[in-house]
């Protein structure tokens, strides 16, 4: 039963990996028509609307013990959106992927600045090699037009971190499923006012996409939360990381878009150090309420 769970786990994680390769590729697609900051709003209200069904069933899931925390995590969590989303219309897709793998090492580096979680060799050396992989990426791109938008995304991918730092401290208190309907909720009505500002009409077709890029939004982190309850980190963490060749992919065929090979071989220093920043924590079972993804 284990491994079957095990295994259910895995290919959530790819059916996460999927969906969040789509996610950045509506973003790029929309790229001049709807602006970042719309982008954020219709992402967090379609998303909310998915979760209706769930609210109709179970509403004592708005029950929480925690206020000003949601309010804080959803500001960080617009940013953590709006910065992706600049990032993915001005640079390659693929080298904004590659670059929000930092999160990881970012939350490991904050667990031990701020939680005492002391990192053991293997997690230390894991932490060393994600952080060199991000400035083999980075490197070129110094001095560039591209080079602000690539450091947005490392924004965006510190403070994805510090959201999930936030969520080992609120999911003793909440359930994941409590905690992404809040910060929905929260998020929905934060991003309204300066959505107004940016505000263009979406076509049918741009609405349409617009409501499953929300939906689908909401189904991944759903998504990650329940594969992380059927498997160790260790063995979804290194799944998540198939987003990257597909992303690489689709913006070769749709936006003919050839990452440079800094991109590839910082990737993969990347992947290496996320192989054994996970395996560090091995045996390990991680909250679903730790899960924070796109």
């Known amino acids: 039963m284990k491994d079957h769970a095990a295994l259910a786990g895995i290919l959530i994680m790819g059916a996460v990996a999927v969906g969040t390769a789509l996610d950045a590729a509506i973003v790029r697609l929309l790229a001049g028509e709807i602006h970042p900051v719309m982008l954020t709003f219709t992402r967090t209200l379609f998303g909310l609307l998915a979760l209706v069904p769930f609210l109709v069933r179970r509403p004592e899931i708005l029950r929480t013990r925690a ?44 667990a031990w600045l701020f939680l005492g979680e002391v990192p053991g060799l293997s997690r230390l050396t894991g932490l060393i090699l994600g952080f060199v992989g991000i400035l083999v990426i980075l490197a070129p791109a110094i001095g560039v037009a591209q080079g ?39 998020c929905t009505v934060l991003a309204l006012v300066p959505a107004t500002w940016f505000w263009t009409w979406p076509t049918a077709w741009q609405w349409a996409i617009l409501a499953v890029q929300g939906a689908m939004g909401t189904l991944c982190q759903l998504g990650v939360t329940r594969a992380l ?16 060749p597909m992303v690489a992919l689709i913006g070769w065929v749709a936006f003919g878009q050839v990452p440079a090979s800094a991109t590839y071989w910082g990737g993969a220093i990347v992947f290496i150090g996320i192989l054994v920043l996970t395996a560090g924590a091995r045996g390990l079972r991680t909250s679903g309420a730790d899960a924070e993804p796109l």
């Open 67 to 110: 206020r000003f925390s949601h309010v804080l995590r959803a500001a960080l969590k617009l940013g953590s959106l709006m910065t992706l989303f600049v990032a993915l219309q001005n640079a390659p897709l693929a080298t904004v992927t590659a670059i929000s793998f930092a999160a990881p090492f970012f939350l490991a580096l904050g």
């Open 148 to 186: 602000s938008a690539l450091l947005l995304a490392v924004a965006s991918a510190l403070m994805t971190a510090l959201i999930q730092l936030m969520l080992k401290v609120m999911g003793r208190a909440d359930s994941a499923l409590t905690l992404v309907t809040w910060n929905l909720i929260v």
């Open 229 to 244: 309850q059927l498997a160790d980190a260790s063995l979804v963490a290194p799944v998540d990381f198939l987003r990257l």
